[in-house]
């Protein structure tokens, strides 16, 4: 009784059997939270450069809808780096709403803190981590 240690088995000739890879588009609808959320950075870029336009802030804040913009495209192509950036910039755009609202009593701000806690929450899911590449 001898045992084949070879990992590959003879060639009989017949073609192996394909297996396609799944469709980027198949892993992104499986996630419909990035996508809400890739919408959402887009929007907080579109909102910063109109603070910008209107002279609200300085032009040194258009740093960020392009970080912003950055992010939220990379995350609809399930890119590893856009993630981080999204998660970062939500965990901190949540306490710079928080902090403010403590000092402020604005309950505005309270809804946009917790909105971008259940960013951050949705983006730490080992589900959603496991999918970006």
């Known amino acids: 009784m001898t045992t084949d240690n070879n990992p590959n088995p003879p060639a009989t000739g017949l073609p192996e059997p394909q297996v396609a890879p799944k469709p980027q588009r198949a892993k992104l609808i499986s996630l419909p939270g990035l996508m809400a ?5 887009i929007l907080l870029a579109v909102v910063a450069v109109v603070y910008v336009v209107k002279g609200l802030v300085g032009p040194v804040f258009l740093v960020f809808p392009a970080l912003f913009i ?7 192509l399930l890119l ?3 993630w981080a950036l999204t998660l970062a910039a939500v965990a901190l755009l949540a306490g710079w709403f928080f902090w403010t609202f403590v000092t402020q009593h604005l309950t505005d701000l309270l809804v946009l ?3 971008n806690l259940v960013c951050f929450l949705y ?3 080992t589900d959603v981590r496991e999918k970006l590449h």
Request: charged residues 10%.
């Open 113 to 115: 803190g917790l909105i």
């Open 80 to 82: 590893r780096w856009a």
């Open 37 to 41: 959320i890739s919408v959402y950075m």
């Open 70 to 76: 950055a992010g939220g495209l990379g995350l609809l």
């Open 123 to 125: 983006l730490v899911r």
